[in-house]
């Protein structure tokens, strides 16, 4: 009897589990870039968790050609679950952030900057409005800097900040609340590997102002941007949806308030996104036996090609055969295979980069007194440029270029052009035009 008791609770919980993990699909926030700019975006890796949008939409019952995307803004809403199986109630590890092989520059890194103020679904009113006064969500997890933080500027490769192994700074926090944000409003969410890969979950929860778990039964919506060290122009904007108790049909109710009937949805905006080297089929950013076995044994089933097992056609001919894993093994990365070597320095370590096809200098870190600026120049003529975006930053790196407001001299230890460094400086020399100076090659960042 006490047998039987046991199976059927255990079958129980097995039906739960099921029924609560197909309610918490989720959509992750995939994050490339693109030359000097960052993009956020619906993951579109087929096969993987967190990137299925097709099969999203139909679980979470929404009408046929509907995006989740807010109508009234164009921006991009990535749906979660705060009742998925491994948090509970009120917990999520969901959306993720992640990309893929060159996607990103090597330890190049990636953080948040939490924008506006919670937002409510109240089902009783059935209307979004600004969360009701002592609940919030806490996003946790976003990196603040260590006592055990590099500091050997050469071994940061002139990146500020820089972690040793195993040590990765303090977890830190950010409130998001119906009056604004509170706590860190901006966190490093990660840093790339020497690939360039970035896969990383933080923890999501609802709260009240005192930090107890829990909160009304509702859907809430949070905003937020990514930004990169090495990039001047951050992500748009995007939206991360909570279920917290509803049903399908009424957090559906509250993702079509936002996204507008299906006539109205905007089509899907269309980014040029990075592919991951030929052979890694289970995009894990090498290619290594486990690339080689899974080919193997889709080619031993006789899988039929299909866009979400596309990167198993190793040699492209239209279908998946022994071939395929026979060349896989032959571009083996890792595993018994080649060993990776850390990566060349790139345009990232330093804070300065011209581009002499469009005659840019962004300037990613001036210090200038007590504060730090981003900034960019254009070039006009042979020697002058002219100052045409700024914005107020924090610093970024071990070593700024210099700004004196009272000589108007900007001094550039490193500028990267075209592969070399310079050192360089500039006058100010009236309305917001910059007389070059000096400019000298240099080997590296530290001469």
């Not at 939206?239 to 509803?246: D, E, S, Y």
């Not at 254009?378 to 970024?396: C, E, N, T, V």
Request: hydrophobic content about 45%; glycine content about 8%.
């Amino acid at each position: 009897m006490v047998r039987t008791v046991l199976l059927l609770f255990c079958m129980l919980w097995i039906v739960l589990s099921l029924n609560r993990q197909a309610v918490a699909q989720h959509l992750d926030i995939e994050v490339w870039g693109q030359g000097n700019a960052l993009f956020a975006g619906y993951c579109r890796i087929a096969g993987i968790l967190g990137c299925d949008l097709d099969g999203l939409t139909d679980a979470l019952h929404l009408p046929a050609n509907t995006l989740p995307i807010e109508a009234a803004t164009g921006k991009l809403i990535f749906p979660a679950d705060f009742q998925d199986l491994p948090g509970g109630s009120f917990k999520t590890k969901n959306p993720g952030f992640q990309s893929i092989q060159n996607a990103l520059l090597p330890n190049e890194l990636i953080s948040y900057r939490a924008l506006g103020k919670l937002r409510y679904w109240n089902p009783i009113s059935a209307a979004w409005e600004d969360a009701p006064p002592g609940v919030q969500i806490r996003l946790f997890g976003g990196l603040e800097a260590s006592t055990e933080m590099r500091d050997d500027y050469d071994k940061c490769a002139g990146q500020l900040i820089c972690f040793s192994n195993g040590s990765f700074g303090i977890d830190g926090s950010t409130v998001f609340s119906g009056d604004g944000i509170h706590g860190s409003a901006e966190l490093v969410v990660d840093i790339t590997n020497t690939n360039g890969i970035l896969h990383s979950h933080l923890s999501f929860f609802l709260e009240d102002q005192h930090g107890e778990i829990g909160g009304p039964e509702g859907a809430y919506l949070i905003e937020l941007q990514l930004l990169s060290n090495a990039r001047f122009f951050a992500s748009e904007p995007v939206l991360i949806m909570f279920n917290a108790g509803l049903d399908k049909q009424q957090f559906a109710t509250a993702m079509i308030a936002l996204t507008g009937e299906p006539g109205n949805v905007k089509p899907l905006p269309q980014y040029p996104m990075p592919v991951s080297i030929s052979g890694d089929v289970d995009l894990d950013s090498d290619v290594d036996r486990i690339d080689v076995a899974l080919i193997l044994l889709a080619a031993q089933d006789n899988e039929p090609l299909q866009p979400k097992n596309a990167a198993f056609d190793v040699d492209q001919d239209g279908a998946i055969t022994r071939n395929d894993a026979h060349l896989a093994k032959s571009l083996c990365t890792l595993r018994l295979c080649n060993i990776p070597v850390e990566a060349p320095a790139t345009a990232l370590n330093v804070s300065a980069i011209y581009d002499h096809l469009t005659g840019i200098l962004n300037l990613n870190d001036i210090q200038t007194g007590d504060q730090n600026y981003r900034a960019q120049l254009q070039m006009q003529s042979d020697g002058f440029l002219a100052l045409i975006a700024w914005q107020l930053d924090k610093p970024r790196y071990a070593i700024p270029a210099k700004y004196d407001t009272t000589t108007g001299i900007l001094e550039i230890p490193s500028v990267f052009i075209n592969g070399h460094n310079f050192q360089a400086t500039l006058r100010n020399i009236g309305n917001s035009i910059f007389q070059l100076e000096h400019i000298q090659a240099i080997d590296g960042i530290f001469d």
